[in-house]
């Protein structure tokens, strides 16, 4: 395994351009299943969990081709119904295929998620929702078997808002017979994204990004040609860097208005941020005043930015009450922090992080992705050194995050463990 040494103290500036979003790649290239054509997707950012959905893809008989940040699908025979375990452990957002795989086959075998570092992560509401859909869902020996001849539209209300909840239900919906209303959906513009998508390919879906999705069933879709809309959480994430170093970055091809709630956090903590055509304009300030934050759902302050806001909140000049609204377990780089000499005390759900020391580089280790990024944020701005262990992590949702980081000034290395 490789761990990830960054040398504190470098201010960082210049510009960084931002990828394509795993959050919307991941759904878009599932719904390539939908259909027997040949779906082109641009911008698809080079991670390791848009490999891992690719792999997927192909162990369910579709064909993938990969140029760059272009990839093509044809799941034109799909010759498999089943996820592995060994692949949905890797990664959870493989329990996407349920929803297209049961509209388009009539049938699917995947693999329980299980827990992961943030939290138990159940999918109650996906399996419930597919349940009114008229879906067959048994559980035995930690796979879903779900079998439907055709799904039916359904009134589904989601007693908690679920992205992935949200889209796995939008796609099994789109060749159910009838008409079938989300309530409660999720608004986040990764789901806005997939439904354009599917409306591309002659879906019927109104009311994406409100909570309120309806879906009018059709009996073929074809394929898709679209482009990956930027990711909001890798800019948010630059926003920070720019911040926790004093630094000035531009931030281009980034989508201000997926960001407002980041945005408004950042200013509010002293930091300048300018709209310019193309993306943002960060440049950080001396002082960083302590500021509160809750993570809700979209279009609240995101729980992927928690963790990065909490380090910079570290070297912030007073008390930040950080609360985590949406996951029981999105605390772990908190300790990591804590080794670095971070003053942060959790009570429950609430973290209460008190600024005004500096911290120090030490060995540390990533837990989950953004945790990973968090740390990287804080060695940033750490004086002296800081060894980052398990950095596999960050691989997952940053594409070539120390490349962009290195472009910026800042000075830091891989090495094996
Ligand atoms: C998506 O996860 C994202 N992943 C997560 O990003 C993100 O943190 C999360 O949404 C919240 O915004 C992808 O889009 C691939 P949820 P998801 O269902 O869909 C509970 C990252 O770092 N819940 O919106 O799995 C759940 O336990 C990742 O990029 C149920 O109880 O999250 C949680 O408390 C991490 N039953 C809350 O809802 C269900 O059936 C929100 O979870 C489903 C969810």
Not at 201 to 223: F, H, K, Q, S, Y
């Amino acid at each position: 395994m490789e761990k990830l040494i960054v040398e504190g103290g470098h201010r960082l500036e210049g510009t960084v351009v931002i990828s394509g979003a795993k959050n919307a790649a991941l759904p878009i290239l599932v719904s390539s299943l939908l259909t027997a054509g040949w779906n082109v997707y641009q911008n698809v950012p080079d991670l390791r969990d848009v490999r891992t959905i690719e792999r997927l893809l192909v162990d369910l008989g579709a064909v993938v081709e990969t140029t760059g940040s272009e990839v093509k699908v044809s799941a034109n025979a799909i010759s498999s119904h089943e996820a592995s375990y060994e692949l949905v452990k890797t990664m959870r957002a493989s329990v996407l295929v349920l929803g297209p795989l049961l509209a388009r086959l009539g049938k699917a075998r995947v693999s329980l998620p299980g827990g992961c570092a943030i939290g138990a992560r159940p999918i109650d509401l996906h399996l419930k929702g597919l349940e009114q859909m008229g879906a067959d869902i048994s559980l035995e020996h930690g796979y879903i078997d779900a079998r439907a001849d055709r799904l039916k539209g359904a009134d589904i209300y989601f007693d908690i808002v679920t992205v992935t909840g949200t889209e796995n239900l939008m796609m099994a919906a789109v060749l159910a017979d009838g008409e079938t209303t989300l309530k409660n959906a999720a608004r986040e513009p990764e789901v806005v994204a997939l439904a354009e998508t599917l409306n591309q390919m002659g879906a019927e879906i109104t009311g994406a990004g409100t909570p309120e999705i309806v879906i009018r069933g059709v009996n073929e879709l074809g394929p898709a040609s679209v482009t990956i809309i930027p990711d909001r959480i890798e800019a948010g994430t630059f926003m920070i860097a720019a911040a926790i170093t004093g630094g000035d970055i531009k931030i281009a091809g980034c989508e201000p208005r997926h960001m407002e709630a980041v945005i408004h956090k950042v200013r509010q903590v002293g930091v300048t941020v300018k709209e310019e055509p193309g993306g943002l304009h960060v440049v950080g300030g001396e002082a960083i005043s302590s500021v509160d934050v809750k993570t809700v759902p979209y279009p609240g302050f995101p729980t992927d930015m928690q963790a990065q806001f909490m380090a910079l909140m570290c070297f912030a000049n007073g008390l930040s009450v950080i609360s985590e609204a949406i996951f029981e377990n999105r605390f772990i780089h908190v300790s990591e922090l804590q080794r670095m000499g971070a003053n942060i005390k959790i009570s429950g759900s609430v973290a209460m992080v008190r600024g005004g020391t500096r911290l120090a580089g030490a060995p540390v280790m990533a837990t989950d992705l953004r945790a990973s990024a968090s740390l990287i944020l804080a060695a940033l701005a750490a004086e002296g050194t800081t060894e980052i262990s398990r950095i596999y992590h960050i691989d997952r949702g940053y594409e070539g995050i120390g490349k962009k980081l290195a472009e910026l000034g800042a000075r830091l290395w891989r090495v094996q463990e």
